[in-house]
């Protein structure tokens, strides 16, 4: 009786590769995604070093730096909504790889049980072959015995 071979272990190993790439593509988002969370914090701390001066200045009464310290702080202001745009970004390209790993492990899984039946099906047939061996083998001999 031939080996066992399962028919579709190429596209298991395909899905297998798949799963892996999945695996590398949410290391990477999630990556991105904290650097951009560190990024808007960065741009936080700036906003906040940037009221405690105009805070100074209205103190020192020095107008024309309040004015600038006004013009930069608008500035910050459109990055931290612009760095939490991309946050969203970052957080829905997130969760979809992670929602594409979840399919491609459901994929691995059908293969897996796949397999798992072939081979249960290649154990009965192998079983079923030996015993009709068996059974050809105690004719022979009965058939000899009886000459």
């Keep these: 009786m031939k080996k066992f071979t399962f028919r579709l272990a190429v596209v298991k190993k ?20 904290q ?9 936080h701390d700036d ?10 200045f209205k103190r020192e009464l020095t107008f024309y730096r309040v004015e600038h310290a006004l013009s930069y702080e608008e500035g910050v202001d459109y ?29 691995v899984k059908i293969y897996e049980k796949l ?3 072939a081979v249960e099906k290649y154990k009965r047939e192998r079983l079923r072959f030996e015993q009709d061996q068996m059974d050809d083998v105690s004719l022979i001999l009965r058939a000899k015995r009886g000459k």
Excluded: G, H, P, W
């Design 115 to 117: 397999e798992e039946k």
């Design 14 to 33: 395909l899905k297998d590769r798949k799963v892996e790439e999945c695996k590398e593509l949410i290391l990477k988002m999630q990556k991105l995604f």
């Design 47 to 56: 906003k906040k070093t940037v009221r405690e001066q105009i805070a100074k």
């Design 79 to 107: 990055k931290i909504v612009s760095q939490e745009l991309k946050l969203q970004d970052a957080y829905k390209e997130l969760k979809s790889a992670e929602k594409s790993l979840e399919e491609a492990v459901k994929e």
């Design 35 to 43: 650097d951009e969370q560190k990024n808007l914090k960065n741009f």
